[in-house]
């Protein structure tokens, strides 16, 4: 069983709406991270928080905005996608003493039709 | 810019065979290198290696680095259909914020 939960795990969208996706972690880290997988390509690192301050966004674009209220809690808010941005969304988080080592969440299957 | 390669990116096998997954990088400031098996689920973290020649295992699993020619290999003795997954390689490093770089991964298909 994962320390690293995500909801929803599917998740099918329309260009014109918005939702978000939530990530929780409970193993007591403090960074936190967003990874995109689409098909035949590398995860990309998306934004990363490290004690609730984003210290990283990989030029990412303005269509997805993260939130991270405190360091359990981290959230990808989505609103006008495109059909590209169809993918598997993954929450990670490490401690401060091993960033390196990150453990994963499931993961939201999200569709953009 | 940071790279990490996989070979190769598919393999058919049958119960009970040996396999060997290839990694190589070019990472600014390479300090780890880690391996995940993703099933249908979270990447699950198999072994993280920082030192050359040093042999990590776990069970049927292991997996040494070789930091000088920038490779690592995972190999796998006496497949299981369990096994099938896909495995990512994936590599601490980078300039101003150290990040992981990861492969395309391999997926290797188990078969009875």
């Known amino acids: 069983e994962t320390g690293v939960t995500q909801t929803p795990r599917h998740l099918v969208m329309g260009m014109t709406n918005k939702k978000s996706l939530k990530c929780e972690q409970h193993l007591g880290h403090n960074a936190m991270y967003w990874y995109k997988q689409s098909a035949k390509k590398p995860l990309e690192l998306m934004f990363v928080y490290n004690f609730k301050e984003q210290t990283e966004n990989n030029s990412v674009p303005s269509r997805f905005s993260p939130e991270c209220p405190n360091s359990s809690h981290l959230f990808l808010h989505l609103h006008t996608l495109q059909p590209e941005d169809s993918a598997l969304y993954l929450c990670?988080?490490?401690?401060?003493?091993?960033?390196?080592?990150?453990?994963f969440g499931p993961g939201t299957r999200l569709t953009v039709l | 810019e940071d790279k990490v390669v996989q070979s190769p990116l598919s393999l058919v096998v049958h119960e009970g065979d040996t396999v060997t997954l290839n990694c190589s990088y070019e990472?600014?400031?390479?300090?780890?290198l880690l391996w995940y098996k993703q099933e249908k689920k979270a990447p699950t973290f198999l072994f993280m290696l920082?030192?050359?020649?040093i042999e990590k295992k776990s069970g049927r699993l292991s997996s040494i680095l070789d930091k000088k020619e920038l490779f690592s290999i995972l190999n796998i003795t006496a497949t299981q259909t369990g096994d099938s997954a896909i495995y990512l390689c994936a590599v601490w490093g980078g300039g101003s914020n150290y990040k992981l770089t990861f492969g395309k991964g391999t997926l290797l298909t188990v078969n009875p």
């Open positions: 920082t030192s050359s020649g």
């Open positions: 990670a988080s490490s401690s401060r003493d091993s960033n390196s080592l990150q453990y």
């Open positions: 990472v600014t400031n390479f300090r780890s």
